[in-house]
């Protein structure tokens, strides 16, 4: 990658004693390729701060879909991903992209859907069951169709039903290619059915006449991870600050700092680091 942060003095011209005050600076930055999730739900506007206030470090987010994060990661575009596809997480660090990877928070998945409930799922555990039944019924349904980690985990949970959506989609089953945002929007525009993290969901100021139906199911847990990428592979990357960042999120404090984070006192993700790497 090339020179992610060009000086605007050196494009100037300007004398090395110039440079020195913004090279400094630039060496207390990092960019963080995460999931949208971690950044709509508001958790990096809490936790980021908190962070440079320790450390002195800025961090600069870049917010894509899980797919999209690790893709920017292996164009070297970022020092650290942190996202939640835990298969997808561990291919990158076998294709010799990442360092190691840490466990360090979680939530789980809801299925929202309109209140009239036109496949008549509210209140069920069983999320296969309910899916098997939105596809039967036609009820349309909303698909993020961005490789993010929602849509991952969605089309694991169709597979999980027994259903090869790919075969069984019709006019029912939108794919938008967007974040979780705009198909939350959708489905409430389309009186459909949607799979949303819980912590965009629980931040999600525009939901009309949409509730959760389904919940509580194990099949719909949400695991995020952390991961330096490989300084051997990028040598832009900031190794050292990158780490800091890690340790520090799987850190008694940095865990502390995510599970105090809350939206009308309800806790949007559960540490559960244990600094170990998988």
């Known amino acids: 990658m090339q020179n992610r942060f060009l000086s605007l003095a050196l494009s100037l011209g300007l004398g090395a004693a110039t440079l020195v005050a913004p090279a400094a600076a630039q060496e207390k ?12 739900s508001g958790l990096f506007g809490y936790l980021l701060p908190l962070f440079n206030a320790k450390t002195g470090i800025d961090v600069k987010v870049i917010a894509q879909g899980t797919g999209q994060a690790l893709d920017t990661a292996r164009r ?4 650290v991903v942190f ?8 291919r990158f660090i076998a294709e010799g992209f990442g360092v190691r990877r840490f466990d360090v928070m ?19 555990k069983d999320v296969s069951a309910a899916l098997t039944t939105i596809q039967a019924k036609a009820a349309p ?45 959708i489905a409430n525009a389309m009186n459909g059915y949607v799979l949303s993290d819980r912590a965009t969901w629980l931040s999600f100021k ?8 389904v919940e509580g199911d194990r099949r719909m847990f949400n ?8 300084p051997g592979k990028y040598p832009s990357v900031k190794k050292e600050l990158g780490q800091s960042f890690v340790d520090w999120l799987i850190s008694p404090e940095g865990q502390g700092v995510i599970a105090n984070y809350k939206i009308d006192g309800q806790q949007l993700f559960f540490p559960n680091a244990e600094k170990k790497a998988s």
Do not use: C
């Open 76 to 79: 070297g575009d970022a020092d």
């Open 29 to 40: 930055s990092i960019i963080v390729a995460s999931t949208t999730s971690t950044q709509d």
């Open 223 to 230: 695991q995020y991870g952390v991961i330096l990428v490989n």
């Open 141 to 185: 349904f909303v698909s993020r169709g961005d490789k993010s980690g929602t849509h991952f985990a969605e089309l694991a949970l169709w597979k999980d039903a027994g259903i090869d959506i790919a075969a069984a989609k019709g006019p029912w089953y939108r794919e938008i290619g967007q974040g979780m945002g705009a198909a939350l929007n």
């Open 83 to 90: 996202v939640h596809a835990k298969a997808q997480e561990e």
């Open 206 to 213: 525009n939901r009309g006449n949409l509730v959760i139906v």
């Open 106 to 124: 979680y939530n789980d998945f809801v299925l929202v859907g309109p209140i009239s409930d036109p496949a008549g799922i509210t209140g069920s």
